[in-house]
């Protein structure tokens, strides 16, 4: 990265001359849209969609435009108050949920609940009554006789200020409500400035009107005037407490805003240059308002804009830091916009330093946050990718020639969905038992108006790779029609578009062809069968670290019977204090997840290896290790999935773990209520460690062969009512206490204050001293109706002697219903202990098996005939 910024700093120094042309919206791109506009009839919809977007700027006044920005004199915040409710009827409203509409309603903000507006001052006279000679909110020169309760303007009335707010807050008690900090952002600058210059920008393109580009153009100079004094490190607030990088905003929407603006000027820059009409009104409020810069010409405009804004942005580029690679994708954009074609070769340099970075693991960042930042960072490189494909038709192709791994980019969200509206929620990303119907590789949307269209990326993608899954999802995306297809103003030929989009459908079928797949370097494995309802996929997330990463190292998860069911809680609730209060903190332990915690600690940053993998017609398994997540000598989890039929499945979980004094396997499901067989359950303490549980019950010496079944309620009505799914997970861990209780959860995104508790399980065994060795065996099947498991048990292993092995390594019997019986073997290939005799093995009793290899599967009918067998050595890993 430090490379990178050195680069994007030498090319503006070396800047051959001012910019003369639109660059990413050059004349022949436009006449293309503008024709598509007059001869379809989807694009003259989208063009009259744009020009209605920019209507209520357009009917604006110069001087009422110019006036809509404001400077950086008012303490701006991210969030009116994160955990707080409305004053006046007591509902919660967190996070960004205070309504806005600062066109219709400027300077207020009002309750979801109870519609109440805030501040109940005037605040828009406040401000004009502060304005100073340079047009800027002064603070000291506010007439503060305005600051009243206006339904309660008697002096006597204790409500006269009751919901005021002179800029920094209202405040009752201890409490402080920052409704204007939060509109200024939200709705001024977000809504009036922002959403005034993309309007008016976009509906120039479509036009040709050159009004659009004259009032785009007042707002970006007022803006360009006053940008560079905003520091949201120095000026605002975020969760009440902190501080961060940003300029208006905070430092990742400051990244988007500040590419956008760029963009929005080289949209309008052909309707900028020769528009006299402007040099007349920007030169007389430059005389009137005493401002350094007298635009009295193209060139003084041209400079503010770029410097202001442009400039600025890249001469302060850690006030729009971003998820990677968002800040050098709007570093290498302003670059081109300021000097294309003269710094091609500069910016395929850095083009190509990013590039190496963002498809570095497995195609993508390695950022975490599955289905959230992690998509988030290529979706932003795809608007790149279709920005630079339009005015370049051999960009995409020379990309792909450079950075080869950009062939796994858009695959990566294809690879790791599940049952088409599931993804592993790794890191902060979705809320719990959530689905996520859609892929989420790209935005795509069918109203792109005159950004790029990621249908249109998803054509060229299909073109340059012939996989057919960017067809199959780009036709999915366009709700399984080629109609309108490929949503792009400035697309050639649509026909031919959806020409082949629906030959590639006809050949290839509706859904993309994935089996089981291993993303070895972002840690992530997903084992898949079943097909259409009976689809299923159990995943495993084999590290812990990383940007957006909770400490889950070997989380299990599973979707099957529609339902996610065994979910991760999904992103942390910042909603109940910010990223370090308790319930956001819990979220990230590493308790809070389907793995193993050591002696009550956090899974130390580290990633885990593949030691084992199997894709087979019925057996689909992943052995992973990673010792350095707890800092000891095994921490090795071994997953098979076992196929019974089409419709039922069950999962083996083996979990050796060799470090520390005290093991507790936690396990929980949907919501939904457990029953209990073969335990005895006596109230108990808390588990302690700042976790969100409670309620605990244990049973401190169980019979191995103990199981729980999960009723899982669907909450979220996403499958049949009539469905009665179930869980059920058996234990046949041997020297375990047996332990239930609650976990603590919030339904939906940190939008909401739903609190409720699951149950969980928790499987614990504890030494006097180090090092514990533990090895925690469990059976899972999910099911509906009547179960498919008729019974599991765990079966002797005997060396060649008839000495028994030890504990780690393990055979499990599993008689189904049917009267078939399955055989698995796990042998403890890493040993750490040297407890391992050397020689073959057999399984006793009935199966007297000789032992081939170090995992095996074995299945036999119900007449003891052989029916599927299969067998893998230590460390082998099968395709």
Same mark, same amino acid.
């Given at each position: 990265?430090?490379?990178?910024?050195?680069?994007?700093?030498?090319?503006?120094?070396?800047?051959?001359?001012?910019?003369?042309?639109?660059?990413?919206?050059?004349?022949?791109?436009?006449?293309?849209?503008?024709?598509?506009?007059?001869?379809?009839?989807?694009?003259?919809?989208?063009?009259?969609?744009?020009?209605?977007?920019?209507?209520?700027?357009?009917?604006?006044?110069?001087?009422?435009?110019?006036?809509?920005?404001?400077?950086?004199?008012?303490?701006?915040?991210?969030? =009116?108050?994160?955990?707080?409710?409305?004053?006046?009827?007591?509902?919660?409203?967190?996070?960004?949920?205070?309504?806005?509409?600062?066109?219709?309603?400027?300077?207020?903000?009002?309750?979801?609940?109870?519609?109440?507006?805030?501040?109940?001052?005037?605040?828009?006279?406040?401000?004009?009554?502060?304005?100073?000679?340079?047009?800027?909110?002064?603070?000291?020169?506010?007439?503060?006789?305005?600051?009243?309760?206006?339904?309660?303007?008697?002096?006597?009335?204790?409500?006269?200020?009751?919901?005021?707010?002179?800029?920094?807050?209202?405040?009752?008690?201890?409490?402080?409500?920052? $409704? &204007?900090?939060?509109?200024?952002?939200?709705?001024?600058?977000?809504?009036? =400035?922002?959403?005034?210059?993309?309007?008016?920008?976009?509906?120039?393109?479509?036009?040709?009107?050159?009004?659009?580009?004259?009032?785009?153009?007042?707002?970006?100079?007022?803006?360009?005037?006053?940008?560079? #004094?905003?520091?949201?490190?120095?000026?605002?607030?975020?969760?009440?407490?902190?501080?961060?990088?940003?300029?208006?905003?905070?430092?990742?929407?400051?990244?988007?805003?500040?590419?956008?603006?760029?963009?929005?000027?080289?949209?309008?820059?052909?309707?900028?240059?020769?528009?006299?009409?402007?040099?007349?009104?920007?030169?007389?409020?430059?005389?009137?308002?005493?401002?350094?810069?007298?635009?009295?010409?193209?060139?003084?405009?041209?400079?503010?804009?770029?410097?202001?804004?442009?400039?600025?942005?890249?001469?302060?580029?850690?006030?729009?830091?971003?998820?990677?690679?968002?800040?050098?994708?709007?570093?290498?954009?302003?670059?081109?916009?300021?000097?294309?074609?003269?710094?091609?070769?500069?910016?395929?340099?850095?083009?190509?330093?990013?590039?190496?970075?963002?498809?570095?693991?497995?195609?993508?960042?390695?950022?975490?946050?599955?289905?959230?930042?992690?998509?988030?960072?290529?979706?932003?490189?795809?608007?790149?990718?279709?920005?630079?494909?339009? &005015?370049?038709?051999?960009?995409?192709?020379?990309?792909?020639?450079?950075?080869?791994?950009?062939?796994?980019?858009?695959?990566?969200?294809?690879?790791?969905?599940?049952?088409?509206?599931?993804?592993?929620?790794?890191?902060?990303?979705?809320?719990?038992?959530?689905?996520?119907?859609?892929?989420?590789?790209?935005?795509?949307?069918?109203?792109?108006?005159?950004?790029?269209?990621?249908?249109?990326?998803?054509?060229?993608?299909? %073109?340059?790779?012939?996989?057919?899954?960017?067809?199959?999802?780009?036709?999915?995306?366009?709700?399984?029609?080629?109609?309108?297809?490929?949503?792009?103003? $400035?697309?050639?030929?649509?026909?031919?578009?959806?020409?082949?989009?629906?030959?590639?459908?006809?050949?290839?079928?509706?859904?993309?062809?994935?089996?089981?797949?291993?993303?070895?370097?972002?840690?992530?494995?997903?084992?898949?069968?079943?097909?259409?309802?009976?689809?299923?996929?159990?995943?495993?997330?084999?590290?812990?670290?990383?940007?957006?990463?909770?400490?889950?190292?070997?989380?299990?998860?599973?979707?099957?019977?529609?339902?996610?069911?065994?979910?991760?809680?999904?992103?942390?609730?910042?909603?109940?204090?910010?990223?370090?209060?308790?319930?956001?903190?819990?979220?990230?332990?590493?308790?809070?997840?389907?793995?193993?915690?050591?002696?009550?600690?956090?899974?130390?940053?580290?990633?885990?290896?593949?030691?084992?993998?199997?894709?087979? /017609?019925?057996?689909?398994?992943?052995?992973?290790?990673?010792?350095?997540?707890?800092?000891?000598?095994?921490?090795?989890?071994?997953?098979?999935?076992?196929?019974?039929?089409?419709?039922?499945?069950?999962?083996? /979980?083996?979990?050796?773990?060799?470090?520390?004094?005290?093991?507790?396997?936690?396990?929980?499901?949907?919501?939904?209520?457990?029953?209990?067989?073969?335990?005895?359950?006596?109230?108990?303490?808390?588990?302690?460690?700042?976790?969100?549980? #409670?309620?605990?019950?244990?049973?401190?010496?169980?019979?191995?062969?103990?199981?729980?079944?999960?009723?899982?309620?669907?909450?979220?009505?996403?499958?049949?009512?009539?469905?009665?799914?179930?869980?059920?997970?058996?234990?046949?861990?041997?020297?375990?206490?047996?332990?239930?209780?609650?976990?603590?959860?919030?339904?939906?995104?940190?939008?909401?204050?739903?609190?409720?508790?699951?149950?969980?399980?928790?499987?614990?065994? #504890?030494?006097?001293?180090?090092?514990?060795?533990?090895?925690?065996?469990?059976?899972?099947?999910?099911?509906?109706?009547?179960?498919?498991?008729?019974? =599991?048990?765990?079966?002797?292993?005997?060396?060649?002697?008839?000495?028994?092995?030890?504990?780690?390594?393990?055979?499990?019997?599993?008689?189904?219903?049917?009267?078939?019986?399955?055989?698995?073997?796990?042998?403890?290939?890493?040993?750490?202990?040297?407890?391992?005799?050397?020689?073959?093995?057999?399984?006793?009793?009935?199966?007297?098996?000789?032992?081939?290899? /170090?995992?095996?599967?074995?299945?036999?009918?119900?007449?003891? %005939?052989? =029916? /599927?067998?299969?067998?893998?050595?230590?460390?082998?890993?099968?395709?």
């Amino acid at each position: 990265m430090i490379a990178i910024q050195c680069l994007l700093g030498s090319v503006i120094a070396t800047s051959a001359g001012a910019k003369d042309a639109s660059v990413f919206f050059p004349t022949q791109l436009v006449e293309t849209a503008r024709r598509n506009v007059q001869q379809q009839a989807w694009a003259a919809e989208t063009r009259d969609q744009l020009v209605a977007s920019a209507q209520p700027w357009l009917e604006m006044s110069d001087d009422q435009l110019w006036s809509l920005m404001f400077g950086p004199t008012i303490t701006r915040s991210w969030m =009116v108050w994160s955990n707080g409710y409305c004053p006046s009827c007591k509902q919660g409203v967190p996070m960004y949920n205070w309504r806005m509409d600062a066109l219709a309603r400027p300077w207020k903000v009002w309750c979801p609940h109870c519609s109440e507006e805030f501040p109940k001052n005037d605040f828009g006279a406040f401000y004009r009554s502060g304005l100073d000679e340079h047009g800027v909110f002064a603070p000291a020169r506010a007439d503060r006789s305005l600051l009243f309760n206006g339904e309660h303007p008697d002096p006597k009335d204790p409500l006269r200020l009751f919901g005021t707010d002179d800029g920094e807050g209202y405040v009752e008690g201890e409490h402080r409500w920052r $409704f &204007i900090g939060a509109y200024l952002i939200y709705g001024q600058w977000k809504q009036a =400035v922002l959403g005034g210059i993309r309007s008016l920008a976009a509906a120039y393109v479509v036009t040709g009107d050159p009004r659009y580009a004259h009032k785009a153009g007042v707002l970006l100079d007022r803006v360009a005037d006053l940008y560079p #004094r905003f520091d949201h490190n120095t000026q605002a607030w975020v969760y009440e407490t902190v501080r961060t990088t940003g300029y208006v905003s905070t430092w990742h929407d400051a990244c988007e805003e500040t590419r956008e603006m760029a963009l929005a000027y080289d949209q309008v820059f052909e309707g900028l240059k020769n528009d006299a009409d402007l040099i007349a009104f920007l030169s007389a409020k430059a005389k009137q308002h005493g401002l350094e810069n007298p635009k009295a010409s193209f060139a003084d405009i041209q400079r503010n804009l770029e410097g202001g804004i442009l400039r600025d942005a890249i001469a302060n580029s850690g006030k729009i830091v971003s998820n990677y690679p968002r800040q050098p994708i709007a570093l290498i954009t302003m670059h081109a916009i300021l000097d294309w074609p003269a710094n091609r070769d500069q910016v395929q340099s850095m083009i190509d330093g990013m590039l190496d970075q963002a498809t570095a693991i497995d195609g993508v960042t390695g950022e975490k946050g599955l289905a959230g930042y992690s998509a988030f960072t290529i979706q932003g490189l795809g608007v790149f990718l279709e920005q630079f494909a339009r &005015i370049d038709p051999g960009f995409l192709a020379a990309q792909f020639e450079r950075h080869p791994r950009l062939a796994e980019t858009y695959c990566f969200h294809i690879d790791t969905r599940c049952l088409g509206r599931y993804y592993p929620l790794s890191g902060d990303t979705g809320s719990f038992a959530h689905p996520m119907p859609d892929y989420v590789g790209l935005s795509i949307t069918e109203s792109p108006g005159v950004w790029p269209s990621m249908f249109g990326l998803l054509h060229r993608l299909y %073109r340059q790779t012939a996989d057919p899954a960017y067809a199959q999802i780009l036709y999915e995306a366009n709700g399984s029609r080629v109609d309108g297809l490929p949503h792009d103003l $400035f697309c050639e030929d649509p026909s031919a578009t959806q020409a082949e989009v629906e030959q590639a459908i006809g050949r290839h079928g509706l859904v993309p062809s994935v089996g089981s797949v291993n993303k070895q370097q972002w840690h992530l494995a997903i084992l898949r069968s079943g097909h259409g309802g009976n689809a299923r996929a159990a995943w495993l997330d084999y590290d812990s670290g990383g940007g957006h990463s909770h400490a889950d190292g070997m989380n299990l998860g599973l979707f099957a019977h529609g339902l996610d069911l065994m979910p991760d809680f999904g992103y942390p609730p910042v909603q109940f204090g910010g990223w370090g209060s308790p319930k956001a903190t819990w979220y990230t332990m590493t308790a809070a997840h389907n793995t193993v915690v050591v002696d009550g600690k956090r899974h130390a940053d580290a990633a885990g290896k593949t030691t084992l993998w199997i894709d087979a /017609d019925n057996l689909h398994a992943i052995r992973a290790s990673a010792p350095a997540l707890i800092g000891g000598q095994q921490y090795e989890r071994t997953v098979a999935q076992v196929d019974v039929s089409d419709r039922s499945y069950y999962l083996i /979980d083996v979990f050796r773990v060799v470090g520390g004094a005290d093991h507790a396997k936690f396990m929980h499901s949907h919501f939904g209520t457990i029953e209990t067989s073969g335990l005895s359950l006596q109230p108990a303490g808390d588990f302690g460690f700042g976790t969100q549980m #409670r309620n605990f019950r244990r049973d401190p010496n169980p019979r191995p062969g103990w199981s729980v079944d999960w009723s899982i309620e669907d909450r979220y009505k996403l499958i049949d009512p009539r469905r009665q799914v179930h869980l059920r997970y058996f234990d046949l861990t041997t020297g375990a206490e047996a332990w239930t209780c609650e976990g603590w959860v919030t339904q939906g995104l940190y939008d909401s204050s739903v609190e409720t508790w699951i149950p969980r399980l928790m499987v614990r065994r #504890r030494a006097a001293q180090a090092p514990l060795q533990s090895t925690f065996v469990a059976v899972i099947e999910p099911y509906e109706g009547t179960p498919c498991i008729a019974g =599991v048990r765990r079966l002797r292993l005997l060396d060649e002697m008839g000495a028994e092995y030890p504990d780690p390594n393990v055979a499990i019997e599993v008689t189904l219903a049917d009267g078939r019986r399955d055989l698995f073997v796990t042998m403890d290939v890493e040993n750490p202990l040297g407890l391992r005799p050397a020689g073959g093995a057999i399984v006793q009793p009935y199966w007297w098996e000789q032992m081939q290899g /170090d995992t095996w599967w074995l299945r036999k009918a119900a007449d003891g %005939r052989e =029916v /599927d067998r299969e067998c893998y050595n230590a460390g082998l890993i099968i395709d």
